[in-house]
C-alpha cells in the first residue's frame, strides 16, 4: 500500500474556521505529542473565516485551564466546538478545550520506496496499543508517520472518550499537497484488533495496524475533509 497522495488541490489564503464561535485556546497540527491538526467547513454553527493567526503553543502534555470562549462549558476535548480549523499553507486544528496525553508520541520514520517504517520508541507504539485496545481511558494518543525526511506524512490524533469512542484528526501529506479526513467523532476498532496488533513481534506490521485505529464514518462531523497545498 502506497503512503503518498493522488490530491488536486487549490491555492487557499489563510483563514480560520470554528466549529463554535469563541477565542483560540491551544494550538494542534505539527507533530508535537499533545496537539492534532486539520481545516474545513463544519456542521454546526460556524463564523466566517478570520485572518487571525493559529496559536503556537505545542509544547505541553496536559491542559486544563480556564474554559475557552470558542467552548465554554467544556475542559477537555469532548465536543466538536473544541476543535478550530486553520486553512493555510500549514494547516492546522487547534484544540481549544484541553487534552492529557496518555502516551508519548509514536514518531515512525518511513520510506516511500521500501514501504517499510522504523521508530526509535517501540515501548510508545505498545502504550499506544494497549490504550486503543482498553478504548476506557479519557485522554490523546498521537501516531506520526514522517516520510522520506519530511517529505510526507501522516498523522493522527485521537481522543479518547472513554467508551470506545473516540475524536479523531488524520492529516496526510506527501509533496504539494494535503488531506485531511472528516473530523469528528468515530467508533474504535474493536479491541481484539489493538490486542493483536500489540502481540505481533515485527514492527512493521505495527505500523500498518496504526494507520487505521477507527471504523466507519464518523457518528458527528465537526470539520468536514478538506486539500490543501503545502
Known amino acids: 500500500m502506497r503512503l503518498y497522495l493522488d490530491l488536486t488541490a487549490t491555492t487557499l489564503l489563510a483563514v480560520t474556521l470554528t466549529a463554535c464561535p469563541g477565542t483560540d485556546k ?4 505539527d507533530t508535537d505529542a499533545s496537539t492534532t491538526g486539520t481545516t474545513g467547513p463544519t456542521t454546526g454553527p460556524t463564523t466566517g473565516p478570520s485572518t487571525e493567526p493559529p496559536s503556537t503553543d505545542t509544547d505541553t502534555d496536559t491542559d486544563t485551564g480556564e474554559p ?20 493555510s499553507l500549514s494547516s492546522t486544528v487547534e484544540n481549544v478545550c484541553g487534552t492529557t496525553s496518555l502516551c508519548p508520541a509514536v514518531e515512525f520514520e518511513c520510506s516511500e520506496i521500501d514501504q517499510t517504517c522504523t521508530t526509535a520508541d517501540e515501548a510508545a507504539v505498545d502504550c499506544v496499543l494497549e490504550a486503543l485496545a482498553a478504548g476506557t481511558m479519557i485522554g490523546s494518543l498521537t501516531i506520526h508517520y514522517d516520510i522520506d525526511n519530511s517529505y510526507g506524512q501522516r498523522k493522527i490524533d485521537v481522543y479518547l472518550q472513554g467508551d470506545r469512542k473516540a475524536y479523531v484528526a488524520h492529516k496526510e501529506e506527501l509533496d504539494a499537497s494535503g ?17 493483536a496488533c500489540r502481540a505481533e513481534p515485527d514492527l512493521q506490521a505495527k505500523a500498518e495496524c ?6 466507519g464514518e464518523a457518528s458527528e462531523v465537526c470539520i468536514e475533509s478538506f486539500g490543501y497545498e503545502t
Open 210 to 215: 496504526l494507520k487505521t485505529v477507527v471504523e
Open 179 to 195: 488531506y485531511f479526513e472528516p473530523i469528528g467523532l468515530y467508533d474504535l476498532r474493536e479491541a481484539a484488533h489493538f490486542d
Open 26 to 29: 491551544t494550538t494542534a497540527g
Open 68 to 87: 475557552s470562549a470558542l467552548c465554554p462549558d467544556h475542559t477537555a476535548a469532548d465536543a466538536c466546538c473544541c476543535f478550530e480549523a486553520h486553512v
